[in-house]
């Protein structure tokens, strides 16, 4: 037995207002996947530069990765 067929049975039991409620969440689910399936696919292209003139990232690299491994063993040492 599917799943299609086990949800029918169950359905077919049901009294009409949770037949309704499954209906309704079917359908929300259907109108979801749709907004995903139109939605453009993203690319990796669209964030690159974005950080650029962040002052988080301004000054010595090495430096601020030294102070984001402090920050980070700082985190693991709680």
Do not use: S
């Given at each position: 037995m599917t799943i299609a067929d086990t949800v029918y049975e169950k359905l077919k039991t049901a009294p009409p207002e949770?037949?309704?409620?499954?209906?309704?969440?079917?359908?929300?689910?259907?109108?979801?996947?749709?907004?995903?399936?139109?939605k453009p696919a993203r690319s990796w292209d669209e964030f690159m530069g974005c950080l650029k003139d962040s002052k988080v990232f301004e000054g010595d690299p090495v430096e601020i990765q030294r102070k984001m491994r402090a920050e980070w063993d700082r985190e693991w040492d709680k």
């Open positions: 949770i037949a309704k409620e499954v209906l309704d969440f079917l359908e929300f689910l259907e109108a979801k996947a749709q907004q995903q399936a139109d």
